[in-house]
């Protein structure tokens, strides 16, 4: 029987923080979940994909939300990045443990807690075959951690960035709120734009949009989406300019 083989050679998944908690649990960190989002990642690096992981920090704290509550946005942004390396030691540990090798590199530098960002570095882990975790965001304020995505994977070259979240793929309204909410298939950067679609905040798309990098919106519930997605199967929605979206 032949084996599949993956359509992308290397990838940038983004993962929220809150992908960590487990519903309805007051711990803002699951070992439990930490050790099957690891699991969904193993299974993908098997394939020989090269793999690298945007990991965010609202289950531990959002700097945003702090900030409309009074905080300094730069005091409250950076604590935020400082979450987001917890969640990548998280991720480090859970991955380690299923024999596959990981490096956390911190765009803050902290020499005894992470590598600091060095793009070559980065490059040459993947080649590796080591899973690369990007934390602490871009290191500047005034930045989400969907931007950081698209930043890295454009430095990288990633073919694509994956995009896990709560929903299955990318809807025209609020599938919670409505539910004849439609969901797209496909659909191009410009047509996302124009219909003011939540895909990510409006820098991390400009910066996909420009550097032509296709995003896959998903859903991370789904234990085999993941791989799925890296396979070239229809999963959630697929964003990209418009001859990319006709060919698919």
Known sequence: ????????????????????????????????VVHEIAKRITEVHD??????????????????AAADRGMDRTTADYMGMLATIINGMALKSALEQLGVQTRVQTAIEMKNVAEPF????????????RVVVFVAGTGNPYFSTDTTAALRASEIRADVILKATKVDGVYDSDPNKNKNAKRYERISYS???????????????????DNRIPIIVFDMNQPTNFRDAVLGRKVGTLV???????KN
């Open 1 to 32: 029987m032949k084996t599949e083989a993956p359509v992308y050679k290397r990838i940038v998944l983004k993962l929220s923080g809150e992908a960590l908690r487990e519903a309805g649990a007051r711990e803002n960190i699951s070992p439990h």
């Open 47 to 64: 394939l020989g994909v090269q793999v690298a992981v945007v990991i965010g920090g609202g289950n531990i704290w959002r700097g945003l």
């Open 118 to 129: 060095i793009l070559g570095r980065a490059i040459r882990h993947l080649e590796l075959n």
């Open 191 to 209: 047509e996302a734009l124009t219909k003011r679609l939540q895909v990510m905040d409006s820098t991390a798309f400009s910066l996909c949009m």
């Open 240 to 246: 990209a300019d418009e001859a990319e979206t006709d």
